[in-house]
């Protein structure tokens, strides 16, 4: 099993930047997959981007590409994300989620783990 703590959440204005992290613990961080999620009100939980076991390869929903970049440390069993040319539309509740095995996916349901999540709001 895994444990994932999100944090880095908070209020900023439109066009400026936070950093996300997710912090795990209880397995072999390096054996999963990782992916950012989020989630706004009255709307389904959407994919933001994922990284392989890795680090090498990335991907990214066509809203956030260019503006948003997720990375790891397999060493201290850390995801981010750092988001910049933050849009209110990014507003939402953040949650990172673990799979196990190399690739990367896109769908929630594939995803074992999940974190409590952290909320972003971009105020206009």
């Known amino acids: 099993q895994v444990q994932l703590v999100e944090s880095g959440g908070g209020l900023v204005q439109a066009g400026g930047s936070l950093r996300l992290s997710c912090a795990a613990s209880?397995?072999?961080?390096?054996?999963?997959?990782m992916g950012w999620f989020r989630q706004a009100p009255g709307k389904e939980r959407e994919f933001v981007a994922a990284?392989?076991?890795?680090?090498?390869?990335?991907y990214y929903a066509d809203s956030v590409k260019g503006r948003f970049t997720i990375s790891r440390d397999n060493a201290k069993n850390t995801v981010n994300l750092q988001m910049n040319s933050l849009k209110p539309e990014d507003t939402a509740v953040y949650y990172c989620?673990?799979?196990?095995?190399?690739?990367?996916?896109?769908?929630?349901?594939?995803?074992?783990?999940w974190g409590q999540g952290t909320q972003v709001t971009v105020s206009s």
């Open positions: 989620a673990a799979k196990p095995g190399a690739v990367i996916v896109i769908s929630s349901g594939l995803y074992e783990y």
């Open positions: 990284i392989t076991r890795s680090g090498v390869s990335t």
């Open positions: 209880g397995s072999t961080f390096s054996s999963y997959a």
